[in-house]
């Protein structure tokens, strides 16, 4: 959707190295979804964002959502094998009266390799 | 607590064919929301239910509809099976329908139209 663009659309990287994803609404965000899914797979949820300068950790996984930017970045420290698949970011659009449409917008995804 | 569970998880239809997928909701949540993925491409809303009521819907023709039952699971009905509705079906459920607590997603469904 161009309403929300994710890069890069895919990553290589060598076991043990860092990565970032980045996310960037062209639209207000009243929150922003980070979720994992394997090939074929339904979606696991990482992180949810709601506010501005807001950072959730999970194990070694960091997402922050700068508001001003209407952007989120998910950090991954130490990259293992299993962090590969694809990461989807999602998007709940501030509609007109300040809330939620109640309805996600994904980006395309980044396919993340992670070779041992 | 038990998640989100989608049935069956594959299927093969012909063109023209009409199918329904179901889904049963996150115990404790009340509304339903489902997606189509396509092969390569992030997952595109389709419609939500609460309170046994389509509450919104995405850019997909009348021939997808739905339904929710009282115990807050649902259906997705496609009717006049074209190719390009082969795709994953994903189905995700929350408290309330503007997801406070996050939405969460089942395993989807794997539909292949022939």
């Known amino acids: 959707s161009q309403e929300l663009e994710q890069s890069p659309q895919s990553l290589i990287v060598q076991e043990g190295k860092n990565l970032t994803i980045n996310c960037t609404s062209s639209?207000?965000?009243?929150?922003l979804y980070w979720y994992k899914q394997k090939y074929g797979e339904g979606l696991i949820f990482l992180m949810m964002?709601?506010?501005?300068?807001e950072e959730k950790s999970h194990e070694k996984i960091t997402a922050k959502l700068d508001e001003k930017k209407q952007q989120s970045s998910l950090h991954i420290t130490a990259s293992q094998p299993s962090h590969a698949g694809i990461y989807l970011c999602?998007?709940?659009?501030?509609?007109?009266?300040?809330?939620?449409?109640?309805?996600?917008?994904f980006g395309q995804g980044t396919i993340l390799t992670v070779h041992p | 607590e038990t998640g989100v569970t989608q049935s069956p998880t594959h299927l093969i239809k012909t063109r023209g064919q009409q199918v329904t997928l179901r889904c049963s909701s996150q115990?404790?949540?009340?509304?339903v929301s489902w997606y189509q993925q396509a092969l390569g491409q992030g997952p595109q809303f389709i419609f939500q239910?609460?309170?046994?009521?389509?509450?919104g819907r995405g850019n997909f023709p009348p021939r997808f509809s739905g339904l929710q039952f009282p115990n807050y699971s649902s259906e997705l009905n496609v009717n006049a099976l074209e190719l390009d509705d082969s795709a994953l079906y994903l189905c995700?459920?929350?408290?309330?329908?503007?997801?406070?607590?996050?939405?969460?997603f089942g395993s989807g469904t794997r539909l292949t139209v022939v």
């Open positions: 995700a459920s929350s408290w309330g329908p503007r997801g406070r607590y996050g939405y969460t």
């Open positions: 639209k207000t965000l009243y929150g």
């Open positions: 964002l709601q506010k501005g300068g």
């Open positions: 999602g998007a709940d659009i501030n509609n007109a009266g300040g809330t939620s449409y109640g309805k996600l917008t």
């Open positions: 115990s404790g949540h009340n509304t």
């Open positions: 239910y609460y309170r046994e009521e389509e509450n």
